[in-house]
Structure formats: structure tokens, C-alpha cells
């Protein structure tokens, strides 16, 4: 079993910045990608952003891009999620998880081990 425990979320203005992590447990998260989701209330759980395992290459909902950078440090067993020029729809509960097939796709049914998430408010 694959434990992912994220933090980093808060209160923020319309404007504001702030980093996400995840911590995943393991010897092996080198080999997993690793995405970013978000549900608001009355809101189905919706994709951020992914990377991949070996080449690194990253992928993001075009809500976020531009605005959002997802990385990740395999020596620490982290991935971070960059969060910039924040809007009030950017509200939600975030989510981290692990692709063990390492491809990193903007379907959570692909993933197989999710975060208990951590929240995210920006106010108006």
C-alpha cells in the first residue's frame, strides 16, 4: 500500500501563491507518476495537473496552465504542486496520487493510490 499525505493548503487571496506537497511512502515512487486533482462541493473530482516517472514530462488542465507547476523531488519522495495568481474557482480540495503504471493521464481511474487531500480556499 502506496500512503500519500498532503499538505501545504490554506486561505489565500485572489492573487496569492501556495505550494502543495505530497509526501508518498515507498521505495519505488521513482517509478510511479504522480497527478494533482481538485473537487469543489456539488463538483465532481476534475484533473489539475501530472507528471510523468523517467522523462519527467508534465501535463495540466487548461483552467491551471500557465498558473500551476507541477514537480517532484524522487530523493525526498515528493511532488509539489506550484500554485500562482490564485482565482476563487481555484477552491477545492486537492488531491494528490499515484500512477504505478508511471504514465500520469487526466483520468483519476487511472491512478491507484490517492491522498486525504487538503484544502484550498481562495477569497475574493
Known amino acids: 500500500q502506496v500512503q500519500l499525505v498532503e499538505s501545504g493548503g490554506g486561505l489565500v487571496q485572489t492573487g496569492g501563491s501556495l505550494r502543495l506537497s505530497c509526501a508518498a511512502s515507498?521505495?519505488?515512487?521513482?517509478?510511479?507518476?504522480m497527478g494533482w486533482f481538485r473537487q469543489a462541493p456539488g463538483k465532481e473530482r476534475e484533473f489539475v495537473a501530472a507528471?510523468?516517472?523517467?522523462?519527467?514530462?508534465?501535463d495540466y488542465a487548461d483552467s491551471v496552465r500557465g498558473r500551476f507547476t507541477i514537480s517532484r523531488d524522487n530523493a525526498r519522495n515528493t511532488v509539489y504542486l506550484q500554485m500562482n495568481s490564485l482565482k476563487p474557482e481555484d477552491t477545492a480540495v486537492y488531491y494528490c496520487?499515484?500512477?504505478?503504471?508511471?504514465?500520469?493521464?487526466?483520468?483519476?481511474?487511472?491512478?491507484?493510490?490517492w491522498g486525504q487531500g487538503t484544502q484550498v480556499t481562495v477569497s475574493s
Open positions: 496520487a499515484a500512477d504505478l503504471r508511471g504514465r500520469g493521464t487526466r483520468s483519476g481511474v487511472d491512478y491507484d493510490y
Open positions: 507528471i510523468s516517472r523517467t522523462t519527467g514530462n508534465t
Open positions: 515507498g521505495r519505488t515512487f521513482f517509478m510511479y507518476a
